[in-house]
C-alpha cells in the first residue's frame, strides 16, 4: 500500500483536530436494554454426591501374569480382564482392565504392596461411564482414586477401598459433576 502524498496526509490530521476543536466527538456506541447477553447465559455445574459398589469381581481370561520364583522379586500383571455387578446410586455391570507391581511376598500378606492402573467402563441403563483409575494395594488390599466420563457430559470422581484383601468387592463414593441444570 502506498501512503498518501504528505499534503494529503496533513490534510487529514487537520480535519481530524478541527472536528475534535469544535465539540464534535466519536461516542462509543451503547447496548440497549434489552439486547441479549454476548456469550449467552451461564449456568453452573452442580454436584451430587455418589456412592456404590462395584463386585465381587471376578478374573475373565486373558491379559499377562507373571509369578516370581519364591517370595523375592515382583509380581506383575498387565491388561488383566475383571468384571462384576455394580449396585447403588449406579447399577450395572464392570470391566476393569487391571495393570499392577506387587511385592512377591505371599498375596495378601504385610508386605505385598504396590501401584496398580488401568481403565474401566460401567455400563448402566442410563449409558457408558468410561475412564481410568489408579490404585494403591497394600497387603494386597486395593486403595483406588476413579475417574469416569459419562452421560450427558457428566463426570464422576471416586475413592474406592476394598473391603478386604481377597474380597474384590469396592465401595466407593464421590461426586458426580453435571455441565448443566
Known amino acids: 500500500m502506498k501512503c498518501p502524498h504528505p499534503k494529503t496526509r496533513l490534510t487529514l490530521v487537520a480535519a481530524l483536530l478541527g472536528v475534535v476543536a469544535c465539540g464534535d466527538s466519536i461516542t462509543e456506541p451503547q ?16 454436584k451430587t454426591t455418589v456412592n456404590f459398589t462395584m463386585g465381587p469381581l471376578a478374573q475373565q481370561a486373558g491379559g499377562v501374569l507373571n509369578f516370581p520364583v519364591g517370595n523375592t522379586g515382583r509380581f506383575h500383571f498387565r491388561n488383566v480382564p475383571f ?3 455394580v449396585i447403588g446410586d449406579l447399577e450395572g455391570a ?12 505371599p498375596l495378601g500378606q504385610p508386605g505385598s504392596d504396590g ?17 481410568n483409575y489408579t490404585a494403591q494395594f497394600i497387603a494386597t488390599k486395593g486403595f483406588i482414586e476413579v475417574n469416569l466420563h459419562g452421560p450427558m457430559q457428566q463426570k464422576i470422581h471416586a475413592t474406592c477401598v476394598e473391603t478386604t484383601a481377597t474380597s474384590e468387592i469396592f465401595p466407593c463414593s464421590g461426586e458426580v459433576l ?3 441444570n
Do not use: C, K, R, Y
Not at 447496548?31 to 452442580?46: F, K, Y
Open 94 to 105: 464392570v470391566e476393569f482392565l487391571i495393570n499392577g507391581n506387587l511385592a512377591a511376598i
Open 83 to 85: 468384571s462384576g455387578p
Open 115 to 131: 501401584p496398580g492402573w488401568g481403565t474401566l467402563d460401567i455400563t448402566t441403563a442410563d449409558g457408558l461411564w468410561s475412564g
Open 178 to 180: 453435571s455441565p448443566h
Open 31 to 46: 447496548m440497549q436494554a434489552d439486547a441479549p447477553p454476548l456469550m449467552g447465559a451461564v449456568q453452573a455445574a452442580t
